[in-house]
């Protein structure tokens, strides 16, 4: 083989890596490496190692997926632990991960009993189960005080940590929370059984609508990466345990509110609101006059800063459900700040 052609095919291989580095670069996560995953993700590359914390919930051994970043900056000697969403899992904090560490905190960042890497047992999910499972990381970790951001469903869960261990969190941090109102008042109950067809019976096409749903700006690269990793769970064998799981998560949020918590919460707290959110669950199945006043994140975000005893709101503009991917400057422009005030 000549040397020009060998020149030219390692120009062309060159390039062809240059691209695919460039569209990795652009998602927030990474699409699947195959078309099939199990339920906890095997394989799915997470940005940063992944460790397992033995636990025990309603007498099933189950593992709890975390990962654990050491500051890359100057250390200040404070944790934030970011919990996320239920529709999202740990990787999806990658961006978060990088700003945080890089301002000197150590950031932990779990999987909850139910999502991403962790187990995905049949059993009674609570918020308060949640929290504690949450706290046994910290014990097992050595942290005694720490910051809580929460993101959509992780919102609920900061919430409920916040109120039942005062001691514990220093500062709250809601993302674009769900359950800022008491779901029950306006949608309809339903069974368990129920949940769990309709979670089996959902198509990627009704997922993807769903997920573009979080956004103002429709970017591919922050939808297409969480359809294709639903579309590989759902080929796994276990895909009915998986879908179980989120019935149960799902019976959680709607019968379990945590907006009675706030007023009593001591913490001080930040609210970063994307004013374009409209997320509530169980909408759809709400009547078309209540789905109407559900998911009013200006408005729901001006009623929780008024009934936190210490809050700080921030409100961004034609932003969506996810600011830490549509709006990035206004987000750490707002969360970095906050946290620096946070002395003790």
């Known amino acids: 083989m000549s040397t020009t052609v060998s020149r030219a095919r390692l120009i062309v291989a060159c390039l062809a890596a240059a691209l695919v580095m460039g569209r990795a670069a652009a998602q927030v996560i990474p699409l699947p490496p195959t078309d099939t995953l199990g339920i906890s993700m095997e394989g799915y590359p997470y940005p940063f190692p992944v460790q397992f914390l033995d636990l025990v919930n309603d007498g099933q051994d189950v593992r709890m997926a975390y990962m654990d970043v050491a500051p890359t900056g100057q250390a200040n000697g404070k944790t934030i632990f970011l919990l996320h969403g239920k529709n999202f899992f740990g990787a999806y904090w990658r961006e978060p991960i990088e700003k945080l560490t890089a301002a000197g905190y150590r950031v932990v960042v779990p999987d909850q009993i139910g999502f991403g890497k962790s187990s995905k047992p049949e059993l009674n999910y609570s918020f308060d189960l949640l929290a504690s499972n949450t706290l046994a990381l910290a014990d097992k970790l050595k942290i005694e005080k720490f910051a809580v951001l929460g993101h959509s469903m992780g919102g609920m869960l900061a919430v409920r940590m916040a109120r039942a261990y005062p001691n514990r969190v220093a500062r709250l941090i809601l993302e674009n929370p769900i359950g800022l109102e008491d779901y029950q008042q306006w949608v309809p109950s339903a069974t368990t059984e129920s949940r769990y067809r309709s979670e089996l019976k959902q198509t990627s096409e009704a997922f993807g609508k769903y997920v573009a749903g979080y956004y103002v700006k429709k970017n591919n690269d922050w939808i297409e990466p969480f359809i294709k990793i639903k579309e590989a ?25 945590t907006v009675y918590d706030l007023p009593h919460i001591t913490a001080p707290a930040l609210l970063i609101i994307g004013q374009e959110d409209r997320t509530a669950v169980g909408k759809a199945q709400a009547s078309p006059e209540d789905q109407k006043k559900l998911g009013n994140y200006p408005e729901l975000g001006r009623r929780t800063a008024k009934a936190l005893k210490n809050a700080k709101l921030v409100e961004i503009p034609n932003v969506g459900h996810i600011p830490h991917f549509e709006a990035p400057t206004a987000f750490y422009n707002a969360l970095l700040p906050f946290l620096e005030e946070w002395k003790e």
Do not use: D, G, H
């Not at 895909?239 to 509110?257: F, H």
């Open 233 to 257: 769970i759902s080929k796994s064998a276990e895909y009915p345990r998986w879908a179980m799981s989120a019935a149960l998560t799902t019976q959680m949020i709607l019968q379990q509110p």
